[in-house]
């Protein structure tokens, strides 16, 4: 496994993340337990921020579907960072910490009634509105709250990112965004002009995720520049803002190669400016919204071994006591993580096993054959960069109850987000009356 971030090993042999023994971390706070380096999280704002904002004055969206606690809006915010949601619970969270409304992007395909009444009423900066439904709702929601709203549209700018299938979205099919290349994103940018409460400031669109391919951006940067060129000829309208999405890719395993944060900005702002230029337009701000690369390689999960398996000439299971519930990513997008045995990080790997997780489902696999020192029950597993999509996706599938987060730095360790406990499952259900407890022995041979 990769040593990230603040990762080193101590001279016990054990893995420390943040100035803090994993295995300390795993019997104080019990296992799974997802660990966040704030270090690094904080690192990984700061190179955007650096990048992105200081180098060319655009702004950095951190995207909150990556990882969103109240904690995290508080780095966020001190951070300078500004927020991009998804949906009215993440703008809830993002209220209840306080995070300031006017650094809040509102995105979503299918935004419902409410969430954008939400939104106006706590006067969010932009709302990205998806599709022409949305825009004429939107319209009439903030004439009734008598508020005048920018907005930024999301296109679909046809842009394929080297990346997983299933998380590419930049293509004309896609649920996300209008489409540039038929026609409809130039009559949705005209409607949009002529509604009274609505104020376009700016064009969205989002290419993929895990991108590795810098071209990608620039090509995007063609396609939604070469657009805005036809767009002013035909409206006079001209984008003051134009924001690029997320997408840039992290390390996960030895396949992949980041690129750095400054040569993504270093090759898409100044494409824009030339682009820009070339057709004879304003300059637009460029925006991005990274989320897995900043909250992504700052996570760590930390597992107990349960059960060795061994299937001689076959395969040996090593099961531990998290999996699908806590990181759904290998079995929804087959994800390849990293893994070290966090008791032993100075041990060398000596036999080639699988980890799987304890859900009923076979497809519960975190990691298909990985080199480990001979895994024996009571080791503690480190997967690493999980910080992004894994508790976010989490879920309490075989009620299972979802694990505790610690925030470590510099030999602090501090819950930001507190273990369920068994009656935080029970929590929501509910028993009819009918089916009450007195009620038990009559209905056996009730009819
Ligand atoms: C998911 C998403 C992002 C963040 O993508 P990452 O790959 O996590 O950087 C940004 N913008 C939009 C619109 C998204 O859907």
């Known amino acids: ?54 180098k060319y004055d655009g702004e950095v969206l951190y995207a909150a579907k990556t990882l969103l606690t109240l904690a995290i809006c508080r780095i966020i915010a001190e951070e300078g960072l500004s927020l991009d949601v998804v949906s009215g619970g993440e703008l809830y969270t993002a209220k209840k910490a306080r995070f300031p409304m006017e650094r809040v992007y509102f995105h ?30 939107l319209n009439k929601l903030a004439g009734e709250a008598g508020v005048h709203v920018k907005i930024m549209l999301r296109l679909t700018p046809g842009v394929e990112a080297h990346t997983h299938e299933y998380i590419k979205t930049g293509q004309i099919d896609s ?12 009559e949705i940018i005209k409607q949009a002009m002529a509604l009274e409460n609505i104020q376009l400031t700016g064009l969205h669109c989002h290419i993929g995720s895990q991108i590795f391919e810098m071209e990608s951006y620039t090509h995007a940067a063609e396609v939604m520049l070469g657009f805005t ?29 980041p690129q750095p944060v400054s040569k993504y900005a270093d090759m898409l702002v100044p494409a824009v400016q030339t682009l ?21 390689p700052a996570g760590t999960t930390l597992y107990t071994v349960g059960s060795v398996k061994e299937i001689p000439g076959i395969r040996t299971y090593v099961a531990v006591d998290g999996g699908m519930g806590d990181n759904p990513r290998p079995a929804l997008y087959q ?14 790997p000596e036999e080639t096993v699988s980890i799987a997780g304890k859900c009923c489902e076979s497809g519960d696999m975190l990691i298909w054959d990985i080199n480990l020192p001979a895994p024996a029950p009571g080791d503690i597993l480190a997967v690493s960069s999980t910080g992004a999509y894994n508790y976010s996706m989490s879920m ?13 730095r510099d030999g602090a360790a501090d819950i930001i ?31």
């Open 276 to 296: 820009a230029k070339s057709y004879g337009l304003i300059t637009p701000r460029v925006l991005v919204e990274p989320g897995r690369s900043i909250s992504g």
């Open 1 to 54: 496994m990769k040593l990230q971030g603040t990762m080193r090993i101590n001279d016990r042999g054990h893995l420390e993340i943040g100035g803090c023994d994993t295995v300390e971390l795993a019997e104080r706070f019990g296992t799974p337990l997802y660990v966040l380096d704030e270090q690094y999280f904080r690192q990984n704002c700061r190179n955007y921020n650096r990048a992105f904002m200081e």
């Open 229 to 257: 060129a036809l767009v002013y000829q035909e409206t006079g309208w001209q984008p003051e803002e134009m924001n690029f999405g997320g997408g840039l890719g992290i390390y996960y395993t030895s396949a992949d190669e």
């Open 335 to 348: 994800s390849r993580y990293e893994a070290l045995l966090a008791n032993r990080a100075d041990q060398q």
């Open 417 to 447: 987000i507190a273990r369920e406990t068994y009656d935080d499952l029970i929590r929501n259900d509910m028993v009819p009356e009918r089916l009450g407890e007195s009620k038990v022995v009559r209905m056996a041979g009730a009819n």
């Open 396 to 408: 309490n599938y075989n009620r299972l109850p979802r694990p505790a987060m610690v925030l470590v």
């Open 108 to 137: 979503g395909n299918n935004k419902s009634a409410d969430e954008l009444k939400l939104a106006l009423e706590y006067k969010v900066g932009r709302i990205i509105v998806d599709n022409q439904y949305e825009l004429l709702m």
């Open 175 to 186: 649920k996300f965004g209008i489409v540039i290349e038929n026609g409809q994103a130039m």
